[in-house]
């Protein structure tokens, strides 16, 4: 690429992609040159939230009255944040904002809009919630909520990429349009995540699983990694997936209506991933000991299988046919978690 001409923040900017997460940063950057860039500082602002998010030794005030200001401060020059606690991954990132700031006011009028704008809500979102989290110890309550804070997180974050894609031309307007399918993709991914880091969240008190769904099994959401509750916390953890698999089919549908090959890789990658760790979560007690991830070599297969729409189905369809045969018919949800596996089948 023609990095020579790049100014030092570009550079830089590129340097913190790479750092913060290998595989996905890949492929970011062989999306087509204007998009990448877009989208390059799309994650980092996104990243700068989450740094802020996910710092529990920020005062909350501090943290709600950053997170609600997360839309001027991108327009602030020279603005960064030193106090973050010292174990955070991306302290050094909030450390050099500024080039990410620098580098935003490059982009064009229309992805510069689209970034603010979920900046915005997202700032806004995190805020609500961490307030509410603040004066409610349970965390998520309802299974509205939990699709609440996870629209958020992530949802936003599909709304902002489909308005990017249909922005560069590259994807019809339609993609840009169609919000229900873009919030599943987020949905979809955020919710595998949050299964399977049940325990490192609960360390860190950060508490996502929704009351509603934990409160039919457990007394307490911690009450899960109890060995004494064993055959309730699997249960639990069927219905928790259910839950993830009703996003699966919208997915598909958003999948197929992707025509640019490099929006498709970048887009279909996190997804493949996000079945296979479904799949390899449920009916799994390990997920209430460890934090269980999908082995590298199968995310390498992954990776390089998930190039069309033909192979991305026939991943999904793989996957549900895993939890299908891992299914217990003496878990409450046995019936369901077919009924819901037979649909992805049938969206395919
Ligand atoms: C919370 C999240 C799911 C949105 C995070 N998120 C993703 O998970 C990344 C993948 C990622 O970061 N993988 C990590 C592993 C991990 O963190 O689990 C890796 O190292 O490979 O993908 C998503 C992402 C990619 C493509 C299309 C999307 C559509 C809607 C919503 C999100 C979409 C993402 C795109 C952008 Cl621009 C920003 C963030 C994300």
């Not at 009255?65 to 401060?73: A, D, V």
């Not at 960064?80 to 500024?98: A, S």
């Amino acid at each position: 690429k023609k990095i020579a001409s790049w100014s030092k923040s570009k550079i830089r900017c590129y340097e913190f992609l790479n750092m913060t997460s290998r595989s996905f940063a890949a492929v970011i950057q062989e999306l087509n040159d204007e998009l990448r860039d877009a989208v390059c500082l799309f994650y980092l602002v996104l990243r700068g939230l989450d740094t802020i998010e996910d710092d529990m030794t920020i005062p909350i005030e501090k943290k709600v009255s950053i997170l609600r200001s997360w839309e001027e401060i991108i327009v602030t020059d020279g603005w960064n944040f030193t106090e973050n606690g010292p174990n955070e991954k991306d302290r050094q990132l909030l450390v050099e904002y500024p080039v990410v700031i620098e580098e935003l006011k490059n982009l064009n009028k229309t992805y510069k809009e689209i970034i603010f704008d979920i900046a915005k809500q997202m700032g806004n979102g995190m805020a609500d919630y961490a307030t509410n989290a603040a004066h409610n110890k349970f965390g998520v309550n309802t299974v509205k909520d939990y699709d609440q804070y996870c629209f958020y997180v992530a949802g936003l974050v599909g709304l902002g990429l489909s308005s990017l894609f249909s922005a560069s031309g590259l994807e019809s307007p339609e993609v840009g349009r169609n919000t229900k399918l873009s919030i599943s993709m987020g949905l979809f991914l955020q919710k595998a995540n949050i299964i399977r880091d049940y325990l490192e969240d609960l360390d860190d008190n950060r508490r996502f699983w929704p009351k509603e769904i934990w409160s039919q099994y457990v007394n307490d959401l911690s009450d899960l990694k109890d060995p004494e509750h064993k055959k309730q916390a699997i249960n639990c953890l069927s219905r928790m997936c259910l839950d993830a698999l009703q996003r699966a089919p919208d997915c598909l549908t958003y999948l197929s209506n992707i025509r640019d090959q490099k929006i498709f890789n970048f887009c279909a990658i996190p997804q493949v991933m996000a079945i296979a760790t479904l799949a390899i979560l449920f009916q799994n007690y390990q997920v209430y000991q460890k934090n269980v991830k999908i082995r590298k070599g199968e995310t390498l297969k992954l990776i390089q299988k998930a190039t069309n729409i033909l192979n991305v189905i026939d991943i999904f369809r793989h996957y549900t046919r895993v939890i299908i045969t891992k299914n217990n018919s003496r878990d409450p949800n046995f019936l369901k978690i077919s009924i819901a596996c037979g649909q992805i089948e049938q969206s395919c």
